[in-house]
């Protein structure tokens, strides 16, 4: 059977004994992104992360929305607005907005945003993505690493196989 200690090379009884090796996270500077938004402003209006990120509870990815649902609300709130202007170009030349990714996974791990927020209750956005309801600015706070994934299936009796969040070569 596969697991994360096998393939860290680290031995199974010790890792069985005391559990994933404990890293302290230091959390990165948040991006620069090409305009800026505030989760706080938004959270602070209501919104729930899903109107916005609509693929967390519908598959696989919690999508970055696009100028054109942004501009259903801001195409009169704030119009004027510097930040707006640039959402609202950005729209006129049908280009995406070239937001700098806070989270990423790397390509060979399987993450499903609707199947954790499925399974139970205490998994909330918040669980990965931390208080984005009090960031001006939204950078990276909480651990998304193997070792952090690992012990939060430990603690919720999640699947630990490799093939729970990799596809399988064999």
């Known amino acids: 059977m596969c697991s994360w200690a096998a393939v860290a090379g680290v031995a199974w009884a010790s890792v069985a004994a005391q559990g994933p090796p404990v890293v302290e996270f230091r959390p990165p500077p948040p991006p620069e992104q090409p305009i800026a938004y505030s989760h706080r402003t938004h959270v602070a209006l209501g919104l729930a992360c899903t109107r916005c990120h609509d693929g967390a509870t519908s598959g696989g990815r919690a999508n970055i929305p696009a100028a054109s649902l942004c501009l259903t609300c801001h195409a009169t709130v704030k119009a004027d607005s510097a930040e707006i202007q640039k959402l609202a170009a950005f729209e006129a030349r049908r280009e995406p907005v070239p937001w700098k990714r806070v989270y990423r996974l790397p390509d060979f ?42 012990q939060c299936h430990a603690e919720r009796a999640a699947p630990t196989r490799c093939d729970s969040c990799h ?3 064999g």
Do not use: N, P, W
């Open 167 to 169: 596809e399988s070569k």
């Open 109 to 150: 791990v399987y993450f499903e945003h609707a199947r954790h927020l499925s399974v139970s209750a205490d998994i909330t956005c918040e669980t990965c993505h931390g208080s984005v309801e009090d960031m001006a600015v939204t950078q990276k706070v909480k651990d998304t690493s193997m070792a952090a994934c690992v």
